[in-house]
């Protein structure tokens, strides 16, 4: 039997806790399940106010909050090279064999694997949402995308419909991008010890009430649902610029005692909102994967949602209730599924889901894929720069010029600060046997 | 009596006992050599630095927005090639009483501080992070004090000389009790 090898990963992303959200999930679930299987793992991510430096967390994952302050949406300020020097220092001492970044909205992600890339380390990318192509903004990040995607090794997407709008976005050969989709804590997502009554429906919605998530759609069909059905409640949690629109609904048919709006609702209480209900209502209008819908079904209820970008994938269609992402199917799906109720077992579904989805497995997965960028073919910059020339005609030639001055910007901090003067860091032990190794480790 | 020595780069270490009132006196030094280049480097900037400012000031007729910034990158100019005169920083643990870290220039001056055995709560290696390195630094953290006191103030020696240094503090410190980081 092979010996399976093992890794050290560095997962990079302007994305990562205090902050909460899916990429920051994804990260600290796939990091634990990573070094659960014996591999080592480090976090590099930006500052969060005063929480700057080393922090250890669960089962040592090491963090690197690097002292670089946020611009605009969590993103640390794009400067191209002066990232250089503390990545290639953390990658250097900490022993690295794969970079691995998340997010296209990344600006540190992209700055990473730009110089893991130029350094020689394998680098993996994973995308975590659907992007347009029309707008401005998406034409650039597409370009951005384009230019770190040039050189990747390996990429991994979180469902199909994310792999197709990525190789569409960046030009990427589809054979190098896996599709590995998100997975749910099935153990902190318990359904509720004793079934609710069926006499009063209650749906539940959590999501940020942005026009992104659907939020106008929920204007339109909460009041309808309502008006069709007399024993309908809705529980509304989240909070955003929608939230105005919500409560004048609210206000215009007078439905004060049968919408309950929560606020923002911490992801610790997540699960006590999701059991005092018996439908999830999801109306997003774009959506890569949706941990959202696995986290109710993995608390045993019945899903509504919106077809649209990967939510097709995610659960089988005894779970869940597809519609247009109009007001009308909407309407139509929610009556569907209120038929559908009695026949649902919260506790059986809850066991499904555990068969389904696990970030053990999620992390087995990625193993294989660091396994299959690591075989990859050495190549050193002059057999590179064809790749980033078939970027575009002017965009081609700035992309190759950036390495280049990227290679030689590495090769300087090569003279000022030669790898064998950044000291190895020894890792992190068992206490028993730390103090014979620290002796040997540090000389 | 000496108990250990060895060099790395531009650093030095030195492990020797003194003989003390009741018990041996444990002396740590490190050692910088002193590098000629840096100093003629750190004099050229401050002459840079000076001869910019007066050119700004008394030879220009009236200060613009060039001026103040010629001052400015000539102020950072002479903050990178600053040479600090440090000969060694020193840790003297005499048992059950303190701790004295001791920097001693060139020029004769030496910056003692005392700090009491009971004040130190637990010696820590630390990994500190900046926008653009990460090194080891040795610091006491002190009881009833929110900032640590780092051990070698003006230098930065590399970790293997830290260790040392790290295991007889917390001896010191700990008595019987082992060290686990």
Not at chain 1, 358 to 367: I, L, M, N, P, Q
Not at chain 1, 369 to 392: F, H, T
Not at chain 2, 22 to 27: C, D, G, L
Request: charged share 20%.
């Amino acid at each position: 039997m092979d010996k399976r090898r093992r890794h050290r990963i560095l997962m990079v992303s302007d994305f990562f806790y205090p902050n909460f959200g899916g990429v920051e999930n994804h990260i600290y679930y796939l990091s634990q399940c990573l070094l659960k299987l014996g591999h080592k793992v480090v976090v590099v991510t930006h500052a969060y106010g005063k929480r700057s430096g080393v922090r250890y967390m669960t089962g040592g994952l090491k963090v690197y909050y690097v002292p670089w302050r946020p611009f605009i949406m969590q993103n640390t300020l794009p400067t191209f090279y002066l990232t250089l020097p503390i990545l290639r220092n953390i990658i250097v001492r900490e022993k690295i064999t794969v970079v691995h970044g998340h997010q296209a909205f990344s600006t540190l992600c992209h700055e990473a694997l730009m110089h893991a890339r130029t350094m020689g380390y394998k680098v993996v990318f994973t995308d975590h949402s659907l992007y347009g192509f029309a707008d401005v903004g998406s034409i650039h990040m597409n370009k951005v995308l384009q230019f770190t995607l040039a050189d990747v090794d390996q990429a991994i997407c979180v469902s199909h419909t994310s792999k197709e709008n990525t190789v569409l976005r960046s030009g990427i050969l589809p054979e190098k991008v896996f599709v590995i989709p998100n997975a749910v804590d099935t153990a902190m997502f318990t359904p509720a010890p004793n079934r609710l009554s069926c006499d009063e429906i209650v749906i539940v919605v959590i999501s940020r009430l942005v026009y992104r998530k659907g939020a106008d759609l929920l204007v339109e069909v909460i009041p309808e649902v309502c008006r069709l059905f007399s024993n309908v409640r809705f529980i509304v949690g989240g909070d955003g610029p929608k939230r105005v629109r919500l409560e004048e609904m609210r206000e215009k048919y007078s439905l004060q005692d049968r919408v309950d709006m929560l606020g923002a609702v911490p992801h610790a209480q997540v699960r006590s909102v999701l059991i005092s209900g018996h439908i999830f209502l999801n109306s997003s209008l774009t959506e890569a994967f949706c941990i959202a819908i696995l986290e109710a079904a993995s608390c045993g209820l019945l899903t509504v949602s919106t077809r649209v970008g990967g939510v097709p994938e995610v659960l089988p269609d005894d779970m869940i209730v597809l519609a247009e992402p109009a007001p009308g199917d909407m309407v139509w799906a929610i009556r569907k599924a209120i038929f559908m109720l009695p026949s649902i077992d919260p506790h059986v579904m809850h066991l499904h889901m555990k068969s389904l989805y696990s970030w053990h497995d999620v992390a087995k997965r990625t193993e294989i894929v660091y396994d299959r960028a690591l075989q990859s073919s050495e190549k050193n910059l002059l057999q590179r720069l064809p790749r980033y020339l078939k970027c575009g005609a002017w965009a081609g030639k700035l992309f190759c010029l950036v390495m280049i001055v990227n290679f030689l910007l590495l090769r300087l901090l090569a003279l000022w600060q030669p790898v064998e003067s950044i000291e190895e860091v020894p890792d992190m032990l068992s206490v028993q046997h730390q103090d014979e190794v620290m002796e040997h480790d540090f000389s | 009596m000496q108990r250990g020595s060895f060099s790395y780069k531009k650093y030095s270490y030195s492990h020797h006992d003194q003989k003390g009132p009741s018990q041996a006196i444990e002396v740590h030094d490190i050692y910088m050599k002193k590098s000629k280049t840096r100093v003629i480097l750190s004099y050229v900037g401050i002459f840079v630095f000076l001869a910019n400012t007066c050119y700004s000031l008394l030879v220009k007729e009236e200060l613009s927005t060039s001026s103040f910034w010629s001052i400015f990158v000539g102020v950072l100019f002479v903050k990178c090639l600053r040479y600090k005169p440090v000969k060694k920083e020193s840790v003297v643990i005499m048992p059950t009483f303190g701790v004295q870290l001791e920097t001693h220039f060139w020029s004769g001056r030496v910056i003692h501080r005392f700090v009491p055995i009971g004040k130190i709560l637990r010696p820590v290696l630390n990994e500190c992070v900046t926008p653009v390195t990460c090194y080891w630094s040795l610091a006491l953290m002190l009881r009833g004090e929110e900032n640590l006191l780092l051990v070698f103030q003006e230098l930065q020696p590399p970790v293997k000389m830290l260790v040392p240094v790290w295991k007889a503090l917390c001896a010191a410190t700990n008595g019987k009790e082992t060290c686990s980081s």
